[in-house]
């Protein structure tokens, strides 16, 4: 039926989008998407709520790939739209495009201030692109010491976010473990940059290892106590070894 009246009024929007909900409430995905494509293709002036249908189906359906360029193009023909922007986002974060997504979150994070999935979303995606950054600079080790920089940079940023996390938002234990283990990897990135960096960057680099597994600390130490498992002892038991804390590593040794 629906198939029918697209074909009898090929640039109504909405007689696609009917036959595309149709299609996605039995789980026929591939044929909801052909519909709204299908409907991008014959409409001269492709309507927003359609651009916007499309782009949420290609991300549903684990396609962020496809979704970009169709969130980008409803967001081109509009004025800063929120909904839009997030679900671009997401599709950045999906098709691991950290670059993108970190520009894109940085903006959300400035005009939505208290949104902390925003400002959550963002430090993980600082974290990601260091290492990406990181990871690239072990396979050229002659630019190490110039991409050192834009590494800290990154960082950085993402110390500054959890920070204001743990300070602005009321007590989160998602939060508090995420930030945990944020700063346990920043660490971790530093450690694996030291061999390749030059002495006053090697002097930053130990600092900024010994100053993230200290904010670490408190957070691994209320996690600690309030789990039954064994990881965040095992985690205090390093972070307290590494920075020369033998009583309290003792301690930490003792309860897994």
Known sequence: HFENATAIMPDSSTSYLMASRAFYDVGE???????????????????????????????DTDQPEQAIPVFKEALSANRPNYNLMHGLSNAYMKASEHTEA???????TIRKPSNATYRRSLASQLYLLAQNKTEAAQKAPNNFSSEFTAIDSLLHEANDTYNYLLDKWEKNGDIDAEAARYYQNAASLYQKLLSHLNKSQKEKASNAIDQNLTAALPLMEALASESDSTQWWQSLYQAYSILGMQQKAKTAKANL
């Open 29 to 59: 995905f591939p044929k909801a998407i052909g519909e709204l494509e299908r409907a991008r293709a014959n409409i001269s002036a492709v309507p927003l709520p359609l651009l916007e249908a499309l782009a949420f189906l290609y991300l």
């Open 102 to 108: 970190v520009t894109l979150l940085r903006r959300l």
